[in-house]
């Protein structure tokens, strides 16, 4: 059975940093492109960051770029999502994604994303 687990997520101040992890299984995360979407309350579902199955290529929303950097590891059929430089606005819930198409539409479009995580939250408040 195909499963997409986040962990990593809490509570932080702003400025600090958080890791986020999403382990697969019952699939190789190479053969798909990734992806972290988030939502905080009230809001739709956004695309923070996807990275592609065979290049590497990543695609990663202006409201985040320079802070957040996705990566993955292939030997742990996982994928990160590395976020510095937190700021109130990223507190939401982050749900990792799988899908076929490229990391932007993707990212940009929801209905690309075939399997979702169950989420993990993140805050960042003083």
């Known amino acids: 059975q195909l499963q997409l687990v986040e962990s990593g997520g809490g509570l932080v101040q702003p400025g600090k940093s958080l890791r986020l992890s999403c382990a697969a299984s019952?699939?190789?995360?190479?053969?798909?492109?990734i992806g972290w979407f988030r939502q905080a309350p009230g809001k739709d579902r956004e695309g923070v960051s996807c990275?592609?199955?065979?290049?590497?290529?990543?695609n990663v929303a202006d409201s985040v770029k320079g802070r957040f950097t996705i990566s993955r590891d292939n030997a742990k059929n996982t994928v990160y999502l590395q976020m510095n430089s937190l700021k109130p606005e990223d507190t939401g819930v982050y749900y990792c994604?799988?899908?076929?198409?490229?990391?932007?539409?993707?990212?940009?479009?929801?209905?690309?994303?075939?399997?979702w995580g169950q989420g993990t939250q993140v805050t960042v408040s003083s």
């Open positions: 019952g699939f190789t995360v190479n053969y798909y492109t």
């Open positions: 994604a799988a899908g076929l198409s490229t990391v932007q539409l993707m990212c940009n479009m929801k209905t690309f994303v075939t399997y």
């Open positions: 990275i592609s199955s065979r290049d590497g290529n990543t």
